[in-house]
C-alpha cells in the first residue's frame, strides 16, 4: 500500500545535471527521514543522502557530497536529490527509501522503498 516512486533518471553526459524526484503515498511522510540510495551493476547498495523531517539536517556519502543536494517538499510528499556534476561513476539505479524512526546511512534501518529510477552518465 505503501508506494515511493521515483522518476527523473536519464541517459546524459559527464558534467550535466538531473533531478530525481520520489512522490510518497500511503504513510506519514513528515514523520519519515527520506533517504536516497544506488546500486551499480556488480556493486551493493550505496548510501547517497539523507533528510530529516522538515529538511534541517542532512547527509552526504563522500562521493557526492558538494555535487548533490537534497530537499524535500512535506506539502507534496516529495523527496528531491539535485546532481550536478555528474560523473560516469554515479551511474547506477537510484532509491528513494522512508525510515520511520532512523537518520542513518544504513539500508537496513528504512522501511519502504522505490522501484528505482536508472541515471546513466556517459564519459
Known amino acids: 500500500q505503501v508506494q515511493l516512486v521515483e522518476s527523473g533518471g536519464a541517459l546524459v553526459q559527464a558534467g550535466d545535471s538531473l533531478r530525481l524526484s520520489c512522490v510518497a503515498s500511503?504513510?506519514?511522510?513528515?514523520?519519515?527521514?527520506m533517504g536516497w540510495f544506488r546500486q551499480a551493476p556488480g556493486k551493493e547498495r550505496e548510501f547517497v543522502s539523507v533528510?530529516?523531517?522538515?529538511?534541517?539536517?542532512?547527509t552526504y556519502s563522500d562521493s557526492v557530497k558538494g555535487r548533490f543536494t537534497i530537499t524535500r517538499d512535506n506539502a507534496k510528499n516529495t523527496v528531491y536529490l539535485q546532481m550536478n556534476s555528474l560523473k560516469p561513476e554515479d551511474t547506477a539505479v537510484y532509491y528513494c527509501?522512508?525510515?520511520?524512526?532512523?537518520?542513518?546511512?544504513?539500508?537496513?534501518?528504512?522501511?519502504?522503498w522505490g522501484q528505482g529510477t536508472q541515471v546513466t552518465v556517459s564519459s
Open positions: 527509501a522512508a525510515s520511520r524512526r532512523h537518520f542513518s546511512d544504513d539500508a537496513a534501518m528504512y522501511d519502504y
Open positions: 533528510i530529516t523531517w522538515v529538511g534541517t539536517n542532512t
Open positions: 500511503g504513510l506519514a511522510f513528515g514523520i519519515h527521514f
